[in-house]
């Protein structure tokens, strides 16, 4: 399986961003999809995730903000990111997991293929 992000770009604060996962390969025993996010010297966190039957969990951060959705039929994971602020500005990675998806964030250990990741910036 390989995993492919694309949408990244740079808005000012307010705006609104779209990006986009493809997945390639045998896709069908994955269960749980998510979106990661990395800044400059911070920890990879988790952003949201949906489950194969389109459960959806998302960091607190976000909640409200952005909305992470799949179109199966496409293999294709997004995340609609609304009313951006600068301190979402990172590196953001689309991954793939075996596990099933939980009521909480999977961990990036459970994560099995990750993408090279697409750059987002936001300027206040």
């Known amino acids: 399986v390989q995993v492919a992000e694309s949408g990244g770009g740079s808005v000012e604060a307010g705006g609104s961003l779209r990006l986009s996962c493809a997945a390639f390969?045998?896709?069908?025993?994955?269960?749980?999809m998510g979106w990661f996010r990395q800044a400059p010297g911070k920890d990879r966190e988790g952003v949201a995730q949906i489950g194969i039957h389109g459960s959806t969990k998302y960091a607190d951060s976000v909640t409200g903000r952005f909305t992470i959705s799949q179109d199966n039929a496409k293999n294709t994971l997004y995340l609609q990111m609304n009313r951006l602020k600068p301190e979402d500005t990172a590196m953001y990675y689309c991954?793939?997991?075996?596990?099933?998806?939980?009521?909480?964030?999977?961990?990036?250990?459970?994560?099995?293929?990750w993408g090279q990741g697409t750059q987002v910036t936001v300027s206040s």
């Open positions: 991954a793939a997991a075996y596990a099933r998806c939980k009521s909480t964030l999977l961990p990036t250990g459970d994560y099995v293929y």
């Open positions: 390969g045998y896709t069908y025993s994955i269960d749980c």
